[in-house]
Structures are given as structure tokens and as C-alpha cells.
């Protein structure tokens, strides 16, 4: 899961969820558990257009559904996490 996916998938070659602008934590963690989404790439981009930036969607996740990431990578500015349990 991606804020930018033709960017992702060109580095991996893997299948990309686009990240939604979505700050409900549960309907994001629904649409993870749905596309059966295994990493998810977090960037900090301070003038993004899409609101709530996908840094502030990701942490209200986070409040709620912490255990179920584990984070694999930290960047000065993008952050990837596994997701541990995708069906939980």
C-alpha cells in the first residue's frame, strides 16, 4: 500500500494498493485486511494535496492497531512497515 504506486511497483514489481486519504483507522485497516496488504510505504510530504497527509492517516493506525505493524525501514522521510497479522 502506496500514496504513490507507479513509483512503488516500478521499484518492486510487486502489486500496489493505492493509500487512500482516509483518516478513520478503521476503514483503513478494513481495506488493508481486504487486499490482503503486506508492507505499506509511509512518506512525510509537507505539501502534499492529498489531506490528511498519508504520515497523519498512518499514526491514527497506529494508535489503534499498533501491534499489527512492525516497522522494517525509517528513511528521513518515508517509513515502511510489515503488516503482522493481515487478517487478524
Not at 511497483?9 to 493505492?18: A, E, K, L, M, N
Not at 487512500?20 to 485497516?29: D, I, W
Request: with cysteine; hydrophobic share 40%.
Amino acid at each position: 500500500m502506496a500514496r504513490e504506486p507507479e513509483f512503488v511497483f516500478h521499484s518492486t514489481q510487486r502489486r500496489v494498493v493505492w493509500f487512500p486519504p482516509v483518516f478513520g483507522p478503521k476503514v483503513l485497516m478494513e481495506g488493508i485486511r481486504r487486499h490482503r496488504v503486506s508492507v505499506i510505504v509511509v512518506a512525510h510530504h509537507p505539501y502534499s494535496h492529498w489531506l490528511p497527509r498519508e504520515d497523519v492517516c498512518f499514526r491514527s493506525r497506529l494508535r489503534v492497531y499498533g501491534s499489527e505493524f512492525r516497522l522494517s525501514h525509517q528513511g528521513p522521510d518515508n517509513w515502511v512497515y510489515e503488516v503482522v497479522s493481515p487478517n487478524g
